[in-house]
C-alpha cells in the first residue's frame, strides 16, 4: 500500500495571531513535521481566496463573520476575511516542512465558490484534481492532518472515504474552530463515513 500524508491547511491566519485563528493551531507543527518522513508521499494543501471572496463576510452588506447563508450550492457559513492570494495569512507557518512536500493543491481560489475539502469545491462536484494525482501515483492511504478539524480536515477526510481511500485523521495532530457543536458533528460524520479516528 502506498501512503500519503495529506496536510491541511497549516497557515499562519489559521494559527494564533491570525485572522481565522484556531487555539492552539500551531503546536501540530513539530509533529506534522516528524511524520513526514514516515510518508511515500506529503501533499499540503493551501486555502488561497481572491480579496472579495464570497465566503467573506466583508463581502455581503450587513452579515457578520459566522453567520450561515445559503449560497446557489447551500449553505455557506461566512468567515473574517482570510488567506488572501500572496498574503502574509496565506503563507504556510513558517516552522511547516515545506521542503519535504511533493504537491500544494490550491483551494478556494474562485471568488464565487468556497472549498473547505482538498478534492471537491463547497458544490460537492468540481475536483481540485487530487483524486487524480494521488491515484496516478498509486496511492490507497492516506493520513490527514491539519486545520481545521470541524471544517476543512473534516470535509476532506469525508470526501476521501467516499472516493474509497483508506483513511486516518490523526486528531492530536488537528485542531479545531467548533462553532455551534460543529467539531462534535464532524466526529460523527468522519465516523460514519468510515474514516478512522486516531
Ligand atoms: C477553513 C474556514 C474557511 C479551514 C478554510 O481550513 O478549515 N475554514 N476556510
Ligand atoms: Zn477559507
Redesign the pocket.
Known amino acids: 500500500m502506498t501512503h500519503a500524508l495529506i496536510v491541511?491547511?497549516v497557515q499562519n491566519d489559521?494559527c494564533p495571531g491570525g485572522a481565522?485563528a484556531v487555539p492552539e493551531g500551531d503546536i501540530i507543527v513539530p509533529g506534522i513535521n516528524a511524520l513526514m518522513d514516515q510518508a511515500d508521499a506529503v501533499v499540503l494543501t493551501q486555502?488561497w481566496h481572491p480579496a472579495g471572496h464570497s465566503?467573506f463576510a466583508s463581502s455581503h452588506e450587513g452579515a457578520v463573520p459566522y453567520e450561515v447563508i445559503d449560497m446557489p450550492y447551500g449553505p455557506q457559513v461566512l468567515?473574517p476575511d482570510?488567506?488572501i492570494q500572496g498574503s502574509t495569512g496565506a503563507a504556510f507557518h513558517t516552522d511547516l516542512n515545506v521542503t519535504r512536500a511533493d504537491m500544494i493543491v490550491r483551494k478556494?481560489y474562485r471568488s464565487a465558490i468556497d472549498s473547505?475539502s482538498a478534492f471537491f469545491e463547497n458544490d460537492q462536484t468540481t475536483p481540485t484534481g487530487l483524486e487524480g494525482y494521488l491515484r496516478t501515483r498509486g496511492i490507497t492511504q492516506l493520513t490527514l492532518v491539519g486545520?481545521?478539524t470541524d471544517?476543512?480536515v473534516n470535509f476532506s477526510a469525508v470526501d476521501a472515504a467516499k472516493l474509497g481511500f483508506d483513511v486516518t485523521v490523526r486528531s492530536d495532530l488537528c485542531g479545531a474552530?467548533d462553532l455551534n457543536g460543529s467539531l462534535g458533528a464532524a466526529q460523527e460524520g468522519m465516523k460514519a463515513a468510515g474514516v478512522k479516528l486516531d
Open positions: 491541511i491547511d489559521f481565522l486555502d465566503s468567515w482570510h488567506c478556494g473547505y486545520l481545521a471544517f476543512c474552530i
